[in-house]
């Protein structure tokens, strides 16, 4: 992915060492907003989502929006779409690089025109990630896939409703298909795929734009495909990667917070990790309250897999919290090849970790030392700050534009908990 010149406004400078307390409530979810902004593409009618807030990634996507003839404005803290009047655009390389999810619009394009060209993704700092797994789901449904100088041309004038059966529960390709299939006639069952609450929320929306979805959450999910999709009204699900990120912070940090908006099945795994090293959680109605008030204990095995095991967006926060604590903790990422970017970084700041291939092996040591460390990528970034949050002094965090795909604000909720945090 392109780097960003660094300019003053990218980055962070965080007086660390101070207990965090206090009240927020969790914001509206990236990973559920950004495939349903793309689903828009289908609706013959006006589409209010209850909230926004303008993270990169949503200003991005609403750009790509608005060539293909999508209009959307920002109104009572929602936002507006309209995507009557749309029209089939080549999406280039210049938008799949700034947003992968831009990769979504493959399906509701080809739901909505049968035809779609849109660049090839290109690889991030946290691997390679390929489509392939999209593009053999389209091809069991009938799209012929045409792949010429970084473009993919796909032809769905022949589309047929089928059984996909996907080799790996790909979140994007598991949304990509139900946008496409939403709108197929008859009744096509997907396999094999995804179960995060995102995915639940995709169907959830378009259910109430009028589809037939069925069997979100399990491995199966079953579209009776209708003839057009609606307008209507939708509150898309709170972010559970944010939510995670603050209890990590005071976990790490210490002290006593309060979240709303929180879904605890969401983070089931999150909450078994944190009460076995030794956190306080009280859960009431949509509410969680932590409390650390000592050093925790590392947790020994820790590994990401697909929902509703641990998540891989919590895994350098999580790493920052064992890297504190107590004890010694194995870390395995077994989603992306390349998720430890954070690792150097924080050795800089004292931590004690040492990667061997999908594994970091963390010792956790009683301080961090603050230093000036860079992010490079979205929760690589959050996790530094967390760290920079807990070490001793100054940390200078550069890179926070990454933060700003899907953080909105960092440094003022963290302010609001009490931390010493500005953007400089
Ligand atoms: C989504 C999330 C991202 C999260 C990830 C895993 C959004 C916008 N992003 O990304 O934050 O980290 O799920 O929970 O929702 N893969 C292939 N071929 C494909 C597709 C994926 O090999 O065609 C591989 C990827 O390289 C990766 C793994 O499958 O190793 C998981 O990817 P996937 O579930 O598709 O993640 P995204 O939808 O890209």
Redesign the pocket.
């Known amino acids: 992915m392109k780097e960003k010149t660094d300019c003053l406004s990218d980055k962070l400078l965080i007086f660390g060492g101070k207990k965090l307390s206090g009240h927020l409530q969790v914001d509206v979810s990236?990973?559920a907003y950004?495939?349903i902004l793309a689903a828009t593409v289908l609706c013959d009618g006006e589409v209010f989502l209850d909230d926004y807030i303008p993270l990169t990634d949503f200003v991005c996507m609403r750009e790509i929006l608005a060539k293909l003839g999508v209009k959307s404005y920002e109104t009572n803290g929602g936002l507006y779409l309209d995507a009557r009047g749309g029209k089939n655009e080549k999406i280039g390389f210049e938008w799949t690089q700034k947003i992968?999810?831009s990769i979504f619009l493959l399906g509701a394009l080809l739901g909505k025109y049968k035809t779609a060209c849109i660049s090839y993704p290109g690889g991030c700092n946290i691997?390679?990630?390929?489509?392939?797994?999209?593009?053999k789901g389209l091809k069991s449904l009938g799209v012929k896939v045409l792949e010429r100088h970084g473009m993919l041309y796909c032809d769905g004038s022949e589309m047929k409703c089928g059984k996909v059966c996907l080799d790996?529960?790909?979140?994007?390709?598991t949304?990509s298909l139900m946008m496409c299939a939403s709108v197929l006639k008859g009744t096509t069952v997907l396999k094999n795929i995804?179960k995060?609450p995102?995915i639940v929320d995709l169907q959830n929306f378009l259910n109430a734009m009028g589809a037939k979805i069925s069997g979100a959450g399990t491995d199966q999910i079953v579209i009776k495909g209708v003839p057009k999709l609606h307008g209507g009204q939708f509150s898309v699900m709170p972010d559970r990667i944010v939510a995670g990120t603050y209890l990590l912070a005071a976990a790490t940090c210490g002290g006593d917070i309060t979240l709303d908006r929180f879904v605890p099945e969401h983070n089931e795994s999150l909450l078994s990790i944190l009460k076995q090293s030794a956190c306080k959680i009280t859960l009431k109605n949509d509410m969680i309250r932590l409390k650390a008030d000592k050093r925790l204990k590392c947790v020994e095995n820790i590994q990401t897999f697909?929902f509703p095991f641990f998540?891989?967006?919590l895994q350098t926060p999580i790493m920052v919290l064992e890297s504190v604590s107590k004890g010694h903790c194995k870390l395995q990422e077994n989603?992306?090849?390349n998720r430890f970017g954070a690792v150097p970084e924080l050795v800089k700041m004292g931590a004690k970790i040492v990667v061997e291939g999908r594994c970091a092996y963390v010792e956790g040591v009683e301080k961090l030392y603050g230093a000036d460390i860079f992010a490079t990528d979205l929760r690589c970034g959050a996790g530094l700050v967390i760290a920079g949050l807990k070490a001793e002094g100054f940390t200078t965090l550069h890179n926070v534009h990454y933060i700003d795909r899907g953080y909105d604000k960092i440094e003022q909720k963290f302010q609001t908990l009490g931390a010493d945090i500005r953007r400089i």
């Not at 691997?127 to 593009?135: A, F, Q, V």
């Open positions: 990236k990973n950004l495939p992968r999810a691997g390679s990630r390929p489509i392939d797994l999209h593009i790996f529960p790909s979140v994007g390709a949304e995804a995060e995102e697909p998540p891989t967006d989603i992306f090849e």
